[in-house]
């Protein structure tokens, strides 16, 4: 359900410092190594000279977190929570925090009360889907995951694939509900490689034989490489009791490798491949 438009503005402003702190983390990869320790030294710095500032806690607390100081970033979001105890966004700077240091029932503490007040914040929401995953509850997990996809207009493939893992793992019963994430991920983003590669797994896993390979057959028909999928189509086919037609998928795969280039023929890679599918025709009894 999405939230009324005056909630999400006070959402959005309530957030300002908790947002900068996150655009900090994602341009975090592009900047020199030593750059988060000197931002981290000129925010000590200042904060010799204002020590009341619960904000610079929590800024040097977000680039101690970039650089894996757990204790260290904890200790300064705990600096800001004294100085700002009304300053919701700390508690999801520790569960952050603690979920990245390893102590995911902290992490879910925090995370709850940050999210009982901001029930739609993404952020929040996936990292306490990671955290519960931890916890060993997949099924509370999803439903953050989906609450979260639910607020973005372009989510990463990666969120589908950790849904549909989180699905799964409940058991049996949720591989349908697993299957139809990835599916949805396929709606919204296009049907990549990533998303019904994880698929197919699952329609094996859940023995819909028959809708995996339709799935491979898709792959096929736009792949220019046709080797591996090939030999996906094969294992599925050996999965599913079909014997001679894996057989002949195996003996497909390997002749589209002969086919290949010299340079690509012939790296390692494709020349396990073809050890591999040697080793399948071998050992996959045919009717013949």
Same mark, same amino acid.
């Given at each position: 359900? !999405?939230?009324?438009?005056?909630?999400?503005?006070?959402?959005?402003?309530?957030? @300002?410092?908790?947002?900068?702190? +996150?655009? #900090?983390?994602?341009?975090?990869?592009?900047?020199?190594?030593?750059?988060?320790?000197?931002?981290?030294?000129?925010?000590?710095?200042?904060?010799?000279?204002?020590?009341?500032?619960?904000? +610079?806690? #929590?800024?040097?607390?977000?680039?101690? @977190?970039?650089? /894996?100081?757990?204790?260290?970033?904890?200790?300064?979001? %705990?600096?800001?929570?004294? @100085?700002?105890? $009304?300053?919701?966004?700390?508690?999801?700077?520790?569960?952050?925090?603690?979920?990245? =240091?390893? =102590?995911?029932?902290?992490?879910?503490?925090?995370?709850?009360?940050?999210?009982?007040?901001?029930?739609?914040?993404?952020?929040? &929401?996936?990292?306490?889907?990671?955290?519960?995953?931890?916890?060993?509850?997949?099924?509370?997990?999803? %439903?953050?995951?989906?609450?979260?996809?639910?607020?973005?207009?372009?989510?990463?493939?990666?969120?589908?694939?950790?849904?549909?893992?989180?699905?799964? !793992?409940?058991?049996?019963?949720? &591989?349908?509900?697993?299957?139809?994430?990835?599916?949805?991920?396929?709606?919204?983003?296009?049907?990549?490689?990533?998303?019904?590669?994880?698929?197919?797994?699952?329609?094996?896993?859940?023995?819909?034989?028959?809708?995996?390979?339709?799935?491979?057959?898709?792959?096929? +028909? /736009?792949?220019?490489?046709?080797?591996?999928?090939?030999?996906?189509?094969?294992?599925?086919?050996?999965?599913?009791?079909?014997?001679?037609?894996?057989?002949? =998928?195996?003996?497909?795969?390997?002749?589209?490798?002969?086919?290949?280039?010299?340079?690509?023929?012939? $790296?390692?890679?494709?020349?396990?491949?073809?050890? %591999? @599918?040697?080793?399948?025709?071998?050992?996959?009894?045919?009717?013949?």
């Amino acid at each position: 359900m !999405a939230a009324p438009s005056n909630l999400r503005t006070r959402l959005n402003w309530g957030l @300002l410092p908790l947002t900068a702190a +996150l655009c #900090l983390a994602m341009r975090a990869p592009l900047l020199a190594h030593d750059e988060p320790r000197e931002r981290i030294a000129h925010l000590s710095r200042e904060i010799e000279q204002r020590p009341s500032d619960a904000e +610079l806690y #929590l800024s040097r607390g977000g680039l101690h @977190l970039i650089e /894996k100081h757990w204790e260290a970033a904890l200790a300064d979001f %705990d600096r800001a929570a004294q @100085l700002d105890p $009304t300053n919701s966004a700390i508690d999801f700077y520790r569960g952050r925090g603690y979920l990245e =240091s390893g =102590s995911p029932q902290a992490a879910r503490e925090n995370l709850d009360r940050f999210l009982a007040r901001h029930p739609i914040h993404v952020q929040a &929401l996936l990292a306490r889907a990671r955290t519960l995953r931890q916890l060993g509850e997949p099924r509370l997990a999803a %439903d953050d995951y989906t609450w979260a996809l639910a607020q973005m207009r372009d989510p990463v493939p990666v969120l589908f694939l950790e849904r549909a893992d989180a699905l799964a !793992a409940v058991g049996k019963p949720d &591989l349908g509900a697993a299957i139809d994430s990835l599916d949805e991920g396929i709606a919204r983003l296009g049907s990549l490689v990533a998303l019904q590669s994880r698929a197919i797994d699952l329609e094996v896993r859940a023995r819909r034989y028959h809708a995996a390979l339709g799935r491979v057959d898709q792959i096929l +028909l /736009k792949s220019p490489r046709k080797e591996r999928w090939l030999a996906r189509r094969g294992e599925v086919l050996e999965q599913a009791g079909l014997n001679d037609e894996a057989h002949a =998928s195996y003996s497909e795969a390997l002749a589209a490798i002969k086919r290949l280039p010299r340079r690509l023929g012939e $790296t390692p890679a494709i020349q396990q491949l073809a050890a %591999d @599918l040697i080793n399948r025709l071998k050992a996959t009894p045919t009717g013949q």
